[in-house]
């Protein structure tokens, strides 16, 4: 491997680390979002139970499962920024590896 081609490589990782920050920025915000949605429709439901005259045990359950897909969607947020982290994570594994081979390649 020639050193032009391990610092093109830097570069071009450095920009996808750019271009990551900027994509785990909007998934934060969509876990954030699904998270506000979720706990919102929750709480109404459980208001709506309550007022249905649902024992107050079993309230949070039943409320849970009422509003599933709002539970699985804030999940899938949740996984989805997880993954854009550790692809971040990889990233920067790639870069440093490079530069190592970058440092070897100019000592020798």
Do not use: C, P, W
Not at 14 to 27: G, I, M, N, P, V
Not at 62 to 73: P, R, T, W, Y
Not at 90 to 98: C, P, Y
């Amino acid at each position: 491997m020639h050193i032009t081609d391990i610092t093109k490589e830097i570069h071009a990782a450095s920009q996808r680390l750019s271009k990551s920050a900027d994509a785990l920025f909007e998934l934060g915000r969509d876990k954030a979002e699904t998270e506000r949605e979720y706990r919102s429709e929750l709480a109404k439901e459980m208001l709506r139970l309550k007022a249905e005259g649902m024992q107050v045990t079993l309230i949070t359950d039943i409320a849970k499962g009422n509003v599933s897909e709002k539970l699985f969607q804030r999940d899938l947020a949740e996984a989805r920024f997880k993954a854009g982290i550790e692809a971040a994570d990889a990233i920067k594994i790639q870069v440093s590896a490079l530069q190592t081979i970058l440092k070897y390649q100019t000592d020798i």
